[in-house]
């Protein structure tokens, strides 16, 4: 399966929901450096109870798809943290490796295996719910010859169950 539609991406979502851990829903904007046309991404991540917990915060294992306007999509899976601030506000940043697909009008990366990395800044507005602007940046860290990579901003809400 070469390309995620936004219906397999809610179907996930919906089936995420009935699981323990945190569905992050994200929206924004990419090819942030000028280079291609920018369009809207789409985010969905579903992040597992913590592996472990510290003072400063957790260690989370997730899974992502991220899919844009221009058809690129990415599918990955890696480890994501948060660092709290204080009670309310935090730090996310998280690592992931999968399989990015250009699709017909999308930017080539340079190769199917692509690393995602994100960080962000966010505030809890509840114990089960989190809003948080957050910057990532997909690229093949220097495996193949060619590595232009890609940078998105969004905007992300997660909600615990």
Same mark, same amino acid.
């Given at each position: 399966?070469?390309?995620?539609?936004?219906?397999?991406?809610? +179907?996930?979502?919906?089936?995420?929901?009935?699981?323990?851990?945190?569905?992050? @829903? &994200? @929206?924004?904007?990419?090819?942030?450096?000028?280079? &291609?046309?920018?369009?809207?991404?789409?985010?969905?991540?579903?992040?597992?109870?913590?592996?472990?917990?510290?003072?400063?915060?957790?260690?989370?294992?997730?899974?992502?798809?991220?899919?844009?306007?221009?058809?690129?999509? +990415?599918?990955?899976?890696?480890?994501?943290?948060?660092?709290?601030?204080?009670?309310?506000? +935090?730090?996310?940043?998280?690592?992931?490796? &999968?399989?990015?697909?250009?699709?017909?009008?999308?930017?080539?990366?340079?190769?199917?295996?692509?690393?995602?990395?994100?960080?962000?800044?966010?505030?809890?507005?509840?114990?089960?719910?989190?809003?948080? @602007?957050? @910057?990532?940046?997909?690229?093949?860290?220097?495996?193949?010859? +060619?590595?232009?990579?890609?940078?998105?901003?969004?905007?992300?809400?997660?909600?615990?169950?």
């Amino acid at each position: 399966m070469k390309k995620i539609s936004i219906t397999t991406i809610a +179907f996930l979502a919906s089936t995420f929901s009935a699981m323990a851990g945190e569905v992050v @829903i &994200g @929206i924004g904007d990419d090819e942030l450096d000028g280079r &291609g046309s920018g369009s809207t991404t789409f985010q969905l991540e579903y992040h597992t109870d913590p592996v472990r917990e510290y003072r400063w915060g957790t260690i989370s294992g997730f899974v992502v798809a991220q899919v844009d306007d221009d058809s690129d999509t +990415f599918v990955g899976a890696g480890l994501s943290a948060i660092r709290n601030l204080n009670e309310k506000w +935090f730090f996310e940043g998280s690592l992931a490796a &999968g399989y990015y697909d250009a699709g017909r009008t999308g930017v080539d990366l340079g190769g199917d295996l692509q690393f995602r990395t994100l960080i962000g800044l966010g505030y809890r507005i509840s114990e089960k719910s989190r809003i948080s @602007i957050a @910057i990532d940046h997909i690229s093949n860290a220097g495996l193949e010859d +060619f590595n232009p990579g890609r940078e998105a901003l969004t905007v992300r809400y997660g909600i615990k169950f």
